[in-house]
């Protein structure tokens, strides 16, 4: 019996670094010894061709894309059909940095429904299945990501999640688990990944304060060995921010992104540790 043990794989999420130069960011990141990264959604900020070009010269992967705030749960049918058409768009983005994953989740900041929950919660589920069709033929997986209820009035828990995923007829649509979201919303972040299961497809890491690694109170240590127990295979995805009032933008004043940077590398340091100890 082969008892290797698979390499765990280490990436960041670009978003946090808000507007700053790629080649900079790629640069960084790969001095650190990261894997590769999660790219954020925007096509302007990152022509695709000088991402694919700096992230391969930098030796990174794209392991996924995270979306802009687009709205696919919108009552109007006109806000809807634009975030479906921007998916559509970064779906195609994805194909072309051959990035085998893309999230996806509600409008962060939107904390209410404007119908009604059960409305808005099929709206969603009619643009997920949509949109997976077109992932299926690019060969390109969908990720479910839950957001705490300060961000997002649904899909909150992996439970949740989990259940959602299940009722959508394709595979090929799993979960996104991010810590800093666990904090807040699961009353057991290892029950929370072994629920998530087989369709955990991406797992997000920040602590519990949203900074890097071992400057919160999250136990992390049994959420390795759990990811283990499920037999994890994906990366492993840094999204922490500078302190700040703001936090959905990682634009800061003063030293914001020097403390990022410096989280980041110190966070890679801890997530190596950890799994060496699971």
């Known amino acids: 019996m082969n008892h290797e043990r698979k390499k765990m794989c280490y990436g960041v999420c670009t978003w946090i670094f808000g507007e700053k130069d790629l080649e900079e960011i790629a640069r960084k990141l790969s001095e650190f010894g990261y894997d590769g990264v999660e790219l954020f959604g925007d096509w302007e900020l990152y022509p695709p061709k000088l991402a ?16 802009k705030d687009v709205d696919l749960a919108h009552p109007a049918s006109k806000i ?5 058409d921007y998916y559509l768009r970064l779906l195609d983005f994805a194909a072309f940095l051959e990035a085998p994953l893309v999230s996806c989740h509600g409008m962060s900041g939107r904390i209410r429904p404007i119908s009604t929950q059960q409305e808005e919660e099929h709206l969603f589920y009619e643009a997920v299945c949509f949109l997976a069709e077109r992932a299926r033929k690019l060969g390109i997986r969908l990720v479910l990501e839950g957001l705490n209820r300060y961000e997002s009035y649904f899909l909150n828990t992996a439970s949740q999640l989990r259940t959602f995923v299940e009722k959508i007829d394709t595979s090929l649509v799993g979960i996104l688990l991010d810590t800093y979201h666990m904090n807040i919303e ?43 127990d499920v037999r994890y295979s994906g990366p492993i995805i840094v999204e922490c921010t500078a302190p700040g009032p703001d936090p959905f933008t990682p634009v800061k004043e003063g030293n914001w992104y020097e403390i990022v940077l410096d989280d980041v590398k110190k966070s890679l340091y801890e997530l190596k540790a950890l799994d060496l100890c699971s």
């Open 52 to 67: 694919r070009r700096v992230l391969s010269e930098h030796g990174l992967r794209v392991f996924s894309l995270t979306p």
């Open 80 to 84: 809807r059909k634009q975030a479906i």
């Open 186 to 228: 699961e009353a057991d972040l290892v029950n929370a990944i072994y629920t998530a299961g087989d369709r955990l497809f991406l797992f997000h890491v920040a602590d519990s304060n949203r900074r890097g690694i071992g400057q919160g109170h999250i136990s992390f240590p049994p959420l390795f060995r759990a990811l283990k």
